[in-house]
Antibody, heavy 120, light 107 residues
Framework: EVQLVQSGAEVKKPGESLKISCQGS????????IGWVRQMPGKGLEWMGI????????RYNPSFEGHVSISADLSISTAYLQWSSLEASDTAMYYC?????????????WGQGTLVTVSS | EIVMTQSPATLSVSPGERATLSCRAS??????LAWYQQKPGQAPRLLVY???TRATGIAARFSGSGSGTEFTLTISSLQSEDFAVYYC?????????FGQGTKVEVK
């Protein structure tokens, strides 16, 4: 069974750094793209970016590029979403999800979400 | 960036009735469109990809249609578990983008 398990909820202060994770199991982690999707409170879904763990090819939504960093560790089948300096507007639920390829880029499996709260 | 516009924002439907949700793209995305369902407190779930192909395990009452810039998700006979928010997503252009969602609520 394909599973994406995300790290737990975080409460941080503005300016702090954060790295959240998404561990894949039940499939060949290196062979599927992993994407990150933001959902601000009461709002819709926003596509942030994706990574192909096999070669670390990473694509960002320009709206998020420079503010977040996406990475992966093949040895533990885990993808990451990282901030070096959080802002209050980063408060949101963040989902990881996987898709097969760049032309098959629908998200077929999703993690349970990680709630990030940024408040002074 | 391609803007995906969903209508209506809220759809009030009685159980057993048909629901028709629309999604319009600001430019052609071919058939590179997916639909997702999201219930409160849950992650989204893939319903349809390639504009009209149901994902594994999705009930036959869900059907997608359209191509280019106009797409439709139809739920033929609403069940209680179908009341949720539905999103479309294009994956033809970068960045991939979602619509703002349609909430299907009980009439």
């Amino acid at each position: 069974e394909v599973q994406l398990v995300q790290s737990g909820a975080e409460v941080k202060k503005p300016g702090e750094s954060l790295k959240i994770s998404c561990q894949g199991s039940g499939y060949t982690f290196r062979s599927y793209w992993i994407g990150w999707v933001r959902q601000m409170p009461g709002k819709g879904l926003e596509w942030m970016g994706i990574i192909y763990p096999g070669d670390s090819d990473t694509r960002y939504n320009p709206s998020f590029e420079g503010h977040v960093s996406i990475s992966a560790d093949l040895s533990i089948s885990t993808a990451y979403l990282q901030w070096s300096s959080l802002e209050a507007s980063d408060t949101a639920m963040y989902y990881c999800a996987r898709h097969v390829g760049l032309t098959s880029a629908w998200f077929e499996s999703w993690g349970q979400g990680t709630l990030v709260t940024v408040s002074s | 960036e391609i803007v995906m516009t969903q209508s209506p924002a809220t759809l009030s439907v009685s159980p057993g009735e048909r629901a028709t949700l629309s999604c319009r793209a600001s430019q052609s995305v071919g058939n590179n469109l997916a639909w997702y369902q999201q219930k409160p407190g849950q992650a989204p779930r893939l319903l349809v990809y390639g504009a009209s192909t149901r994902a594994t395990g999705i009930a036959a009452r869900f059907s997608g249609s359209g191509s280019g810039t106009e797409f439709t998700l139809t739920i033929s006979s609403l069940q209680s578990e179908d009341f949720a928010v539905y999103y479309c997503q294009q994956y033809n252009n970068w960045p991939r983008t979602f619509g703002q969602g349609t909430k299907v609520e009980v009439k």
